[in-house]
């Protein structure tokens, strides 16, 4: 599974000249803990979250729970001192993104890594949508039945590019999946079960492949 069947396509954004008061509306409004900042291409140039707002806005030794209804409220009062604030000003950046070909469970390190709770999915660099922990928490908690097409999906796929027609047996039960088969080399018995590991949903793998050929020797140079 990939992260282009998971993502949300239609994103709400912010431009970096933007008030922060405007971003916060959006949030608030939205219902949404963070989006991205673009430019007039639709490149991403960060990401303006909650968190980024509250820590330029809120003054020292003030109750966090309110800052975005603060600021919203001081606006209408002081619009000219609070546009002065800029998206830009408060935005993290870079922003860490990913593409949309890539595996779900890579944007799930990533998520883990960078510490964060929503990618921008680019292509090319512009915008193309939005994947959340949220849409991997659901994406985990796929049937057995969906695990097992994905599974089945992958191993046709790698075979035919490893010119192997040996048929590789899948069963799966609340996640944990077992391959059992012949196949034709070492190499691909080994790699088949590091690949099912990256499958949403799979728990553990257990591997039961033998192999008819060993690898061949590399060459000494």
Do not use: C, Y
């Amino acid at each position: 599974m990939r992260v282009e069947d998971v993502m949300t396509a239609e994103v709400a954004t912010v431009k970096p000249e933007a008030s922060l008061k405007d971003a916060a509306r959006e949030l608030a409004g939205r219902r949404i803990s963070g989006m991205p900042v673009v430019d007039d291409d639709g490149r991403v140039i960060g990401v303006i979250s909650e968190a980024d707002v509250l820590a330029k806005e809120e003054p020292e030794q003030e109750p966090r729970a309110g800052a975005i209804a603060r600021l919203l409220d001081r606006g209408r009062e002081e619009p000219a001192e609070t546009g002065a604030m800029v998206v830009r000003e408060a935005m993290t950046s870079p922003a860490i993104t990913i593409e949309p070909h890539w595996p779900v469970a890579m944007a799930a390190q990533q998520m883990i890594e960078g510490g964060v709770n929503r990618l921008p999915v680019v292509r090319q660099g512009r915008l193309v949508g939005i994947v959340t922990r949220a849409d991997l928490v659901r994406a985990f908690a796929r049937s057995d039945q969906q695990i097992t097409g994905d599974i089945r999906e992958m191993v046709a796929l790698q075979q035919e590019l490893w010119r192997d027609q040996q048929p590789v047996d899948v069963r799966i039960e609340a996640g944990e999946v077992t391959l059992a088969g012949e196949v034709r080399r070492r190499d691909e018995a080994m790699l088949l079960p590091k690949m099912v590991r990256t499958v949403p949903g799979v728990v553990s793998v257990r591997s039961e492949l033998t192999w008819s050929e060993e690898d061949r020797p590399i060459p000494a140079t």
